[in-house]
Nanobody, 118 residues
Framework: VQLQASGGGLVQAGGSLRLACAAS????????MGWYRQAPGKQRELVVV???????DYGDSVKGRFTISRDSAKNTMYLEMNSLRPEDTAVYYC?????????????WGQGTLVTVSS
């Protein structure tokens, strides 16, 4: 499985941005997808994770502002980010996983930089 993230850029505080993550390869067994981010000098943190047929969990700092979605026909997932804040500045990584009893494998995209100016 290969993941290609795109859509990052510079945006003013209060603005919006949509990230995309195109998946290719043997994606039929992917049952978890999401986004993480890493700000300068900080550890990677959860933005959102969605389990197929299960819950969608957002990080506390993005609840109500960010939304994950998926276009199965395009094998692409999106992260819609609204009301952006300077503290949202980070490299955003798309994430996919195969999580089954006895088998667990994670996949990561290359990251796309989001910069929010004040």
């Amino acid at each position: 499985v290969q993941l290609q993230a795109s859509g990052g850029g510079l945006v003013q505080a209060g603005g919006s941005l949509r990230l995309a993550c195109a998946a290719s390869g043997s994606i039929f067994s992917i049952n978890v997808m999401g986004w993480y981010r890493q700000a300068p000098g900080k550890q990677r943190e959860l933005v959102v994770v969605k389990v197929e047929g299960g819950n969608t969990d957002y990080g506390d700092s993005v609840k109500g502002r960010f939304t994950i979605s998926r276009d199965s026909a395009k094998n692409t997932m999106y992260l819609e980010m609204n009301s952006l804040r300077p503290e949202d500045t980070a490299v955003y990584y798309c994430y996919a996983a195969e999580k089954y009893s006895g088998y667990d494998h994670d996949y990561w995209g290359q990251g796309t930089l989001v910069t929010v100016s004040s």
